[in-house]
């Protein structure tokens, strides 16, 4: 018998392709940017696009099958996670590095059955970098295989995170607080390429050694998890629990020593739930 879930798998890596062209053709024009939230959290008429292509055509081959997109959501759509097989996406990950043609953007998805991811699909459009993953198969970039480091010396480390605006002062400064304290353990570096499903691309491929991140959404980590899970790597909640894809927050690592160490440097703060918010 065959496996319907790779199937699924090839098929979105297909559509994938189709919607990274999107976005490619989309930034030799001017492109139209509107806000959500904030003045720094942008939306632009490619998202919206590249999500509408991309659920319409899983659903018309998988009609049964239930999606969780960021634009959805961000248009009053829940973001429950159940049992049914399950695709979240994230048309443009990397928006902002879209709006400025900085050019880690990428297409996300991640694919659920009972509630457990079986592939993730991540395309570094720009780079034309197509990262793959089926659960128990291993991750491959542009089908060659990918591992993470293995490196568990956190002081020969090079760490990815993200910062931004943030509303509330407090939230702000423990978010710059965690810098501080990683930076002085000492580590190599810290990056932000602007992309989180890019960023755990880079721990599996073995190019940073951790990530690290409080206040994301499903769809930004659901195709990466996948990728760092099959190459290898360690996916963590950031209090060192089992990894909770609802829960907006996680650590990935090359090492179990590597994430442990982070663990103990990274000050929690509230970033609320997907599946409480809608």
């Known amino acids: 018998m065959g496996d319907p879930w790779m199937e699924c798998m090839d098929y979105c890596i297909a559509v994938t392709k189709e919607a990274g062209k999107m976005i490619c ?6 492109i139209s940017i509107m806000q959500k939230s904030s003045p720094v959290d942008l939306v632009t ?25 960021e634009e959805s959501v961000a248009a009053g759509a829940p973001s429950i996670l159940t049992d049914n097989p399950t695709w979240i996406i994230d048309p443009i990950d990397g928006t902002t590095n ?24 991540v395309y570094s459009c720009i780079e034309d970098k197509m990262y793959t993953a089926r659960k128990g198969k291993g991750a ?3 089908g060659v295989p990918i591992k993470v480091s293995g490196q568990k010396d956190i002081t020969k480390s090079l760490v990815l995170t ?13 978010m710059m607080a965690n810098m501080e304290s990683i930076l002085t353990i000492p580590v190599h570096g810290i990056r932000a390429p602007g992309s989180a499903a890019v960023n755990m691309c880079l ?19 659901a195709g990466g998890a996948a990728i760092i899970t099959e190459a290898g790597g360690v996916i963590r909640d950031i ?16 090492s179990e020593d590597i994430a442990k160490q982070l663990v103990r440097k990274i000050m929690p703060f509230p970033c609320g739930r997907d599946d409480t918010e809608n």
Not at 25 to 30: C, F, G, N
Not at 100 to 121: A, C, D, I, M, Q
Not at 162 to 174: H, I, N, S, T, W
Request: aromatic share 14%; net charge negative.
């Open 162 to 174: 993200e910062m931004g605006f943030k509303p509330d002062l407090q939230v702000f400064r423990a």
């Open 239 to 254: 209090t060192g629990g089992p990894f909770d894809l609802m829960s907006r927050r996680l650590i990935t690592a090359s």
């Open 45 to 69: 008429e490619t998202d919206q696009k590249v999500e509408t292509l991309i659920i319409s055509s899983i659903r018309e081959k998988y009609p049964t099958h239930s999606f969780i997109g």
């Open 98 to 121: 879209f709006v400025h043609r900085f050019p880690f953007v990428s297409v996300s998805v991640g694919f659920t059955v009972n509630k457990e991811l079986e592939f993730g699909v």
């Open 140 to 142: 491959f970039c542009n």
């Open 203 to 221: 721990v599996a491929c073995g190019a940073a050694d951790a990530y690290y991140h409080i206040g994301i959404h499903c769809w930004d980590m």
């Open 25 to 30: 053709e989309a930034l030799q024009k001017d």
